[in-house]
């Protein structure tokens, strides 16, 4: 099942300049989601990071990842509009190669494990069919305030 940015917009309460998913190419329920991230020089962080040499921060690319694995839980779940996501840890985390403008980060999340709050995944990105960065990432699943 594919998913556009008007339907991520549904899932996400992420908005601009912070919602690092352009769309999900595929969601096997409770196991696996695939999104990209379209890494455009016109974003506000290739300004500062780094002048005459942009590379996408580490951290953001974590996020993209942690993103993607969020609307692969969230897509899933049926009160999703009264549901977050926040990320708890980040485990086995590395970078590979730099991410640079033009860039297109395809972005897989292996669930493994869900339970009522807690959740636990896999995530790598890559570039080109080349691994940028990996990351174990745990996250808790709140109610909306």
Do not use: W
Request: charged share 25%.
């Amino acid at each position: 099942m594919e998913i556009g940015i008007t339907e991520i917009l549904k899932i996400l309460p992420h908005r601009y300049p912070f919602l690092l998913v352009d769309r999900i190419l595929e969601v096997e329920e409770g196991k696996r989601v695939v999104g990209i991230k379209n890494v455009s020089f016109n974003e506000e962080f290739f300004q500062g990071h780094f002048p005459g040499n942009p590379v996408m921060p580490g951290v953001l690319i974590v996020e993209a990842m942690a993103q993607v694995g969020g609307v692969g839980l969230l897509a899933s779940l049926p009160d999703r509009q009264r549901k977050l996501i926040y990320m708890t840890g980040i485990d086995r985390c590395k970078f590979r190669r730099p991410v640079i403008p033009g860039d297109q980060l395809v972005i897989e999340v292996e669930m493994l494990s869900i339970r009522t709050r807690i959740s636990k995944c896999r995530a790598t990105a890559k570039v080109g069919g080349v691994l940028a960065a990996e990351a174990e990432l745990l996250s808790t699943i709140i109610d909306r305030p």
